[in-house]
C-alpha cells in the first residue's frame, strides 16, 4: 500500500479482556515503530524493530503488552488482561531506518477498555 | 538517555510568525525532527535538522544549534489550518525517535 495501514480503527474491549491490534507497514521499510498517545499528550515509545535485530522492547509498560513481527513486515501488538488505563490512541509508524529517515505513521487505533 | 522539552500551548494570531522552542538532552546526537499533528490525525513530518543553522521550507522554517541543544520551528503567514500540535523529536544512534510531549498552537482570527 502507498502508507502504513493499521486496524482495526477503533477497539471498543471489557477490562480483563485481551486484544490484538495490527500493522502494515510501507513496503520496503526495515524499521517499525509503536508509540500510545494519551489524550493531549505526547507520543509515548513502547517497542521499536529494525530489520533482523532484537526489537527495543524497553518502552513496553509491563508484561501484559508484546509484540511481533512477522517476515520483517507486519507486526502485531497484543495486549493482554486490559486495564482501563490502557485507553489510548496506539500509532504504528515505519521508515527506511537509521536515524536521520523521517516515520510515516498509521492513522492509529483508538482503544477503550471498558 | 533522551529528554525533551517544549512549551505545551502556543497562542498566535493569524498572518504573524510563531517560534516554538525545543531543547534536548541526549547521549548522542544524530539530528532533530519536527512533526505537525493535527487533532484526531497521525503526526506528519515537517522538518530534519542535522547541522547548525536554519534550513527554510516555504513558510516552515527549522532552527538548530548543537552546541546549545536547542531549536526551534518558525512558522511565517500564520494561517487557521496552522493550529496543531508539533511535535520535536530525537533519534538514537540505533533509530529509535523519542519524542517531546508536543506543543499545541492555536491560531486565532
Known amino acids: 500500500g502507498a502508507g502504513v495501514s493499521q486496524s482495526p480503527s477503533n477497539k471498543v474491549t471489557e477490562k480483563g479482556k485481551d486484544v490484538e491490534l495490527r500493522c502494515d507497514p510501507i513496503?520496503?521499510?526495515?524499521?517499525l515503530y509503536w508509540y500510545r498517545q494519551s489524550l493531549g499528550q505526547g507520543l509515548e515509545f513502547l517497542i521499536y524493530?529494525?530489520?533482523?535485530?532484537?526489537?527495543?522492547k524497553s518502552g513496553l509498560p509491563s508484561d501484559r503488552f508484546s509484540a511481533e513481527r512477522t517476515g520483517g513486515s507486519v507486526s502485531t501488538l497484543t495486549i493482554q488482561r486490559t486495564q482501563q488505563e490502557d485507553s489510548a490512541v496506539y500509532l504504528c509508524?515505519?521508515?527506511?531506518?537509521?536515524?536521520?529517515?523521517?516515520?510515516?505513521f498509521g492513522s492509529g487505533t483508538q482503544l477503550s477498555v471498558l | 538517555g533522551q529528554n525533551i522539552d517544549q512549551p505545551t500551548e502556543m497562542t498566535a494570531t493569524e498572518g504573524a510568525i510563531v517560534q516554538i522552542n525545543c531543547t534536548y538532552q541526549t547521549s548522542g546526537f544524530n539530528g532533530l525532527f519536527w512533526y505537525q499533528q493535527h487533532a484526531g490525525e497521525a503526526p506528519t513530518f515537517l522538518s530534519y535538522?542535522?547541522?547548525?543553522g536554519l534550513e527554510e521550507k516555504g513558510r516552515f522554517s527549522s532552527f538548530l544549534s548543537r552546541s546549545k541543544g536547542y531549536s526551534y520551528l518558525l512558522l511565517k503567514e500564520l494561517q487557521m489550518k496552522d493550529s496543531a500540535s508539533y511535535l520535536c523529536?530525537?533519534?538514537?544512534?540505533?533509530?529509535?525517535?523519542?519524542f517531546g510531549d508536543g506543543t499545541t498552537l492555536t491560531v486565532k482570527p
Open positions: 523529536a530525537v533519534p538514537t544512534n540505533a533509530g529509535k525517535s523519542t
Open positions: 513496503s520496503g521499510h526495515t524499521a
Open positions: 524493530f529494525q530489520g533482523n535485530s532484537a526489537p527495543d
Open positions: 535538522n542535522v547541522l547548525d
Open positions: 509508524a515505519s521508515s527506511l531506518g537509521g536515524p536521520n529517515e523521517k516515520l510515516f
